[in-house]
């Protein structure tokens, strides 16, 4: 497979689902909203979305199968496997903030070989293929070269329906606001691990996450020279919960020290 033009050809896919996305964002009136659970959320745009990037990566690889947010597909494949998120921030979406982002991972026997993350506030397109580099509207990126947690700036996601690890989070928060140049929450984990990618962040971590939330962004933080794993260390995450990001200078102190506290029995 020819991963550079798979990476360019799913863009062209997860444009046309942009469009419909950007102009339901400005004409918001009647825009429906059920909830899947509590605090989750899904619009009609969520599911039209998907549909549109379901049917032309379909058509972009008829033997992949998908695992895809609001299932509209269920078909598994062999080999490869698209990992869809079709509004990730579908909250910050509905109330008319950004970021949200689309995100969009392709899976080769397990491993993430392409992806994608188009976030709207900025027109903000990252991208990266295995060996080829991580991007940002046709520029490399790196990740930072900051050198220790204390002047690391963290990102993370505030828990919505999982409270299992509230407290440990609660403390997590407490050690980062004091031990580091400060903690921000976007609301989009897809962009938020863009932002590490790109040096906007240094690290990210949070858990309850699902493997279209991080799909993309664990190749584009690998591409851009960074590490990723579970809240333990281990190196795939992408069936996890617990996801753990930033550049390699920090990575270590930074893991060690959310597993340290948030798997704290």
């Known amino acids: 497979m020819q991963y550079k033009e798979i990476c360019f050809s799913t863009m062209e896919v997860v444009k046309i689902a942009a469009a419909y996305v950007r102009d339901r964002h400005m004409n918001r009136k009647d825009l429906s909203i059920r909830e899947k659970g509590r605090m989750d959320f899904v619009t009609e ?3 039209k979305a998907e549909e549109i990037l379901v049917s032309g990566l379909s058509e972009l690889l008829p033997e992949a ?4 947010e609001e299932g509209t597909s ?5 080999t490869y496997n698209w990992v869809i998120d079709p509004v990730d921030g579908t909250t910050n979406f ?3 903030v950004f970021p949200f982002a689309i995100s969009v991972g392709l899976t080769e026997d397990g491993e993430v070989v392409a992806g994608i993350v188009y976030e709207f506030g900025l027109d903000e397109f990252f991208y990266a293929w295995k060996d080829g580099g991580a991007w940002l509207n046709g520029t490399p990126i790196r990740v930072s070269d900051v050198s220790t947690v204390d002047r690391a700036l963290v990102a993370t996601g505030f828990p919505y329906t999982n409270f299992l690890l509230l407290e440990q989070f609660m403390q997590s928060m407490d050690y980062f606001m004091k031990h580091s140049h400060g903690l921000r929450r976007l609301g989009s984990a897809a962009t ?4 590490v990618a790109c040096g906007r962040y ?10 279209w939330d991080i799909a993309a962004g664990i190749l584009l933080v690998k591409e851009a020279g960074g590490s990723v794993s579970d809240f ?3 190196t795939n995450p992408l069936f996890d919960e617990h996801f753990v990001c930033s550049n390699l200078t920090i990575f270590n102190e930074f893991q060690s020290v959310i597993q340290k506290i948030m798997l704290a029995s």
């Open 45 to 47: 745009v969520d599911k």
């Open 65 to 68: 199968g998908f695992i895809a």
């Open 74 to 78: 269920s078909k598994q494949g062999k």
């Open 94 to 96: 509905i109330h008319g």
């Open 192 to 195: 938020d691990i863009a932002y």
């Open 202 to 211: 240094d690290g990210f971590y949070e858990y309850g996450l699902h493997p």
């Open 232 to 234: 333990a260390g281990h």
